[in-house]
Nanobody, 121 residues
Framework: QVQLVESGGGLVQAGGSLRLSCAAQ????????MGWYRQAPGKQRELVAT???????YYANSVMGRFTISRDNAKNAVSLQMNSLKPDDTAVYYC???????????????WGQGTQVTVSS
């Protein structure tokens, strides 16, 4: 199986920056898409940003121009650089990876344990 190890959350003032990192570990043959989602209290989990296997990014409108997603295929890792943070960005952030353990295996989605990001006003 695959485990995702997240790091980088914390408390920051509005306007500040944080960087989230996520590394996939375990039996990995190939990784397709990687991404970040978030869930604020009382709200549904929402997509923040994704990046395809060839490096093409996609951003939610709410973070466009402030967040940057990147991936390191050699390390099976994905990062999210968050700048100009706002109180509305406060949430638990989850890493997501789609991978397969062997050539003929199906793609599977894996989730990290979540890391808290709190932005104070």
């Amino acid at each position: 199986q695959v485990q995702l190890v997240e790091s980088g959350g914390g408390l920051v003032q509005a306007g500040g920056s944080l960087r989230l990192s996520c590394a996939a570990q375990g039996k990995i043959f190939s990784i397709d898409g990687m991404g970040w989602y978030r869930q604020a209290p009382g709200k549904q989990r929402e997509l923040v940003a994704t990046i395809g296997s060839r490096g093409s990014p996609y951003y939610a409108n709410s973070v466009m121009g402030r967040f940057t997603i990147s991936r390191d295929n050699a390390k099976n890792a994905v990062s999210l650089q968050m700048n100009s943070l706002k109180p509305d960005d406060t949430a638990v952030y989850y890493c997501n990876v789609r991978s397969k353990s062997a050539l003929w295996d199906p793609w599977k989605d894996y989730w990290g344990q979540g890391t808290q990001v709190t932005v104070s006003s």
